[in-house]
């Protein structure tokens, strides 16, 4: 058996993406593992950060971003491709670069691509998610927020990534074009991986975050939409994660490999554990609107944690 580990990133160090760590949280049970590397400013030092890692297991493919061809965030999805069409292992363990896995769910992984590995009946293998939020200690569980994603698929050349790379599809015949096409994809045939992603794309300094935000609404929405709303002043402020107090802690231990990255958290006295939510933030995040919390609370306290119209982007197999 052969696992492949592969992701895709852009100015991931700039942004504060822990992609190191993210490679190097996999790479004792990957016989390789594909980075597709876009087209970085020059004060970006990620592909530093990788070639550190020191192994020959590690590949990097350069590759140039073009949001104009594949808009609406579909070129995270495109570069997912790029990089998972160079990965030559029966199973193909996917990780962006902030989501790292706990050293203690490694074996657990390995045991179950052996286990499933001639079950052609499972396509992939789903993640429960630990999304972390403004700090190391505090994470987001509410209604707004996936519970479980695919990381794990087959080396299937019709099981492809989906809309914006945060999932998969098989999609027969895909012109490689519209990622977020409805018709004719599949989801997927899925087993449970038994483990954990730790997800550190919430946690960063306030103003490496709204620099973040930006980024990723000009993949999502258009350069010439962005440069509307920074004239609009809507980028002024700096990133107001809320009062952590009303989060739920996380008290247990992170991954080795974020010990110095998290090491480097130095923003405490700008996080808030206390006092109302910020009502004039220009552009909210979606958990902070008053739909989504009255749900998440009805979800917590009466339905014990069950989710009301859940979306998940597989079926779940009990295997």
Not at 21 to 29: E, K
Request: net charge neutral; charged share 30%.
């Amino acid at each position: 058996m052969k696992i492949s580990g592969f992701s895709m990133g852009k100015n991931a160090v700039k942004l504060y993406y822990p992609m190191k760590q993210a490679v190097m949280s996999i790479l004792p049970i990957v016989d390789e593992f594909v980075v597709a590397l876009g087209d970085s400013d020059e004060d970006d030092k990620t592909r530093e950060q990788i070639l550190s890692i020191g192994s020959d297991k590690i590949k990097i493919i350069d590759t140039v971003w073009d949001i104009e061809k594949y808009p609406r965030g579909m070129e995270h999805a495109h570069q997912t491709d790029i990089a998972k069409s160079y990965c030559s292992g029966d199973w193909l363990f996917y990780l962006q670069s902030d989501e790292v896995i706990h050293e203690k769910y490694l074996p657990v992984i390995k045991k179950r691509c052996e286990e499933l590995l001639d079950d052609k009946e499972i396509e992939g293998l789903v993640f429960d998610y630990i999304h972390f939020w403004g700090d190391y200690q505090h994470h987001q569980d509410g209604h707004c927020w996936y519970r479980k994603e695919i990381r794990i698929i087959r080396n299937d050349p019709e099981i492809h990534s989906w809309e914006s790379a945060q999932s998969f599809r098989k999609i027969p015949g895909f012109e490689g074009l519209n990622y977020r096409q409805q018709e004719g994809t599949y989801k997927l045939r899925v087993a449970s991986s038994g483990a954990k992603v730790y997800h550190y794309g919430w946690v960063r300094p306030p103003a490496v975050m709204q620099n973040k935000i930006k980024a990723f609404s000009i993949n999502h929405r258009g350069k010439a939409s962005v440069e509307k709303q920074v004239k609009e002043h809507k980028y002024d402020r700096i990133f107001d994660y809320g009062n952590l107090s009303c989060l739920t802690r996380f008290d247990e231990s992170h991954p080795a490999v974020m010990k110095e990255w998290i090491d480097q958290f130095n923003w405490k006295d700008q996080l808030r554990y206390e006092g109302q939510r910020d009502t004039t933030n220009p552009i909210p995040n979606k958990h902070e609107k008053l739909k989504y919390r009255i749900i998440s609370w009805i979800e917590k306290h009466i339905l014990a944690g069950a989710r009301l119209g859940e979306f998940k982007n597989y079926i779940l197999l009990k295997k």
